[in-house]
């Protein structure tokens, strides 16, 4: 874009467009809506080539720029991926649509009964980074909560986001819904975001997904509600007691089955009594995938002899770091009241793991700590919207309003009383 009034007027135009289509997207049928999202998952599988085309374009653009090759594996669009977008959207269309439904009706002494009407929250904006396939889950998710949106992919993706988008709006309009419903900002000019998110008049909520410092921006000078999360420094627990083999298997998985994303584990905490065996045996697996370790005192001494270990000491940022790479902090604790009190302090309330054979120690740490998923004896990896059953997720909250954890369709709804009578007058 040439100026800043020409961004301000392309974003008026997509807001007065999203507010209009939320007004039909709310008061379209269920089947309208699913007959959408199936076909969406058959145009992406029948355009895979052509999306990679666009994609490969966007990675070598990239990689020549000087991306980190972290941030380069979030941008890459494989079958797998596109696949998995796929059965998201069949998921979700086969999920009971919630848009409408009346929970907690009661009747009052007044003879009136009272309750609430799940309904769409209506136009929100979505700003993100790198990774293309939050375009088709965000379109998803806005498709089946029958809400509109604006979305502003990463200037990365650029490419990716725009092939991707016009398959949203084709199938949109197969399904006889407003394209308009969704709608990708198709420039990279940086005003785009400032205006996007400073226009309550068309934008109900934003949802910020990518690095800290874009989600600080947006909480920084939104003038719309955001729901964010600004860390993902994920821990995974060893309890004593514990099964060792479990345990060496879940912490591998955590951490090393993906180091990108935002729910793989960063520090790893283990019980005193059980880290002189527990340690050597994930060292090693650590030290075979070229994992660097940097350790408080107790557990350097116990590593440092793990043949090929890369072992260094922990500085006090790094208890609090979310290193997105084959890096991983470790602590020796004393036992679960250390490890509940860690993790509160240093933890960014993204999702924790305890592996544990104690079912109390299980439950004290499901209750007591403080984050969006909690969870006992599996990896933390399945912090995610599609393991969660959600059919897909436009991100991860860790705020504590309505939304908290993998935000999915409810997440994207808001209550509205309804009152039902027959002539009842106050007194």
């Not at 979030?74 to 929970?103: N, S």
């Not at 949106?149 to 949109?172: F, M, P």
């Amino acid at each position: 874009m040439s100026t800043t009034d020409d961004v301000n007027a392309l974003m008026d135009t997509l807001g007065r467009q999203a507010r209009a289509a939320a007004f039909e997207m709310a008061r379209a049928s269920a089947a309208a809506k699913n007959a959408a999202l199936r076909a969406l998952a058959a145009l992406l599988r029948a355009h895979v080539e052509p999306l990679q085309a666009a994609n490969e374009a966007d990675v070598q653009r990239a990689r020549a720029a000087g991306l980190s090759e972290p941030m380069v594996d979030r941008l890459k669009l494989t079958p797998k991926v596109i696949e998995t977008c796929a059965q998201g959207c069949e998921q979700l269309a086969a999920m009971p649509d919630i848009i409408g439904e009346i929970i907690g009706l009661q009747q009052q002494p007044s003879g009136i009964r009272v309750g609430q009407m799940r309904v769409p929250i209506g136009v929100f904006g979505m700003i993100y980074e790198s990774r293309p396939n939050v375009t088709i889950e965000a379109a998803s998710l806005s498709i089946k909560s029958g809400n509109a949106c604006i979305l502003r992919g990463g200037s990365e993706a650029i490419e990716s986001n725009r092939a991707l988008s016009r398959l949203v709006q084709q199938a949109l309009q197969q399904a006889g819904l407003p394209r308009d419903a969704v709608q990708l900002v198709p420039t990279t000019d940086r005003a785009a975001v400032g205006r996007l998110i400073a226009m309550p008049e068309y934008v109900d909520v934003v949802i910020p997904r990518g690095g800290k410092g874009l989600i600080e921006r947006i909480s920084r000078e939104a003038k719309v509600p955001v729901i964010k999360h600004l860390d993902g420094n994920c821990h995974t627990y060893v309890d004593d007691p514990c099964d060792l083999e479990l345990a060496v298997k879940v912490t591998d998985n955590a951490k090393t089955q993906k180091y990108s994303p935002c729910n793989a584990t960063e520090s790893l905490l283990v019980a005193r009594g059980v880290a002189a065996a527990f340690l050597p045996r994930i060292g090693a697996v650590f030290a075979a995938k070229g994992v660097e370790m940097r350790c408080c005192p107790e557990a350097k001494a116990l590593l440092a002899a793990v043949p090929g270990a890369i072992v260094k000491d922990a500085t006090e940022q790094d208890w609090y770091e979310e290193y997105l790479a084959p890096i991983i902090s470790v602590k020796v604790v004393a036992g679960l009241d250390e490890a509940i009190a860690w993790i509160n302090h240093y933890g960014s309330h993204h999702t924790d793991a305890i592996l544990t054979t104690d079912h109390r120690h299980a439950q004290r740490f499901l209750r007591e700590v403080d984050s969006s998923s909690v969870m006992v004896n599996t990896s933390t990896r399945f912090a995610d919207g599609f393991e969660y059953g959600l059919g897909a997720e436009i991100g991860i909250s860790t705020d504590k309003f309505h939304a908290r954890g993998p935000v999915g369709v409810a997440g994207l709804t808001s209550l509205k009383y309804v009152v039902l009578g027959e002539g009842e007058v106050r007194s």
